[in-house]
């Protein structure tokens, strides 16, 4: 029908998920393809205060509010690493 759309999701991830969470759930299966050769995007939508800043850039008080930005790039280092030694 035109103007109907359907929308699945993989997951919904709760307010109080730890960004180590999102990180294992959200962005490691795209880098993990992107490393493969394939295009990957992550991006934050929703309303405003909602948290979407947050969870890309985390947050500057406590490491562990490390963001998808530099959780992402950790990984990558991480995984070049391994892949050197092999």
Known sequence: KAGVHSFSFASILEKNTK???VLEK????VIDDVLKGLNGT??????T???KTF???GGAER???RGLIPRTLA???DTFR???SQ
């Open 63 to 65: 490491y562990e509010d």
């Open 26 to 29: 959200v962005a490691k299966p």
């Open 49 to 51: 205060g909602s948290g």
């Open 82 to 84: 391994r892949s050197e």
């Open 75 to 77: 990984y990558l280092f």
């Open 19 to 21: 960004q180590q969470e």
């Open 42 to 47: 992550i991006f934050a939508y929703g309303q």
């Open 55 to 57: 969870t890309i850039t």
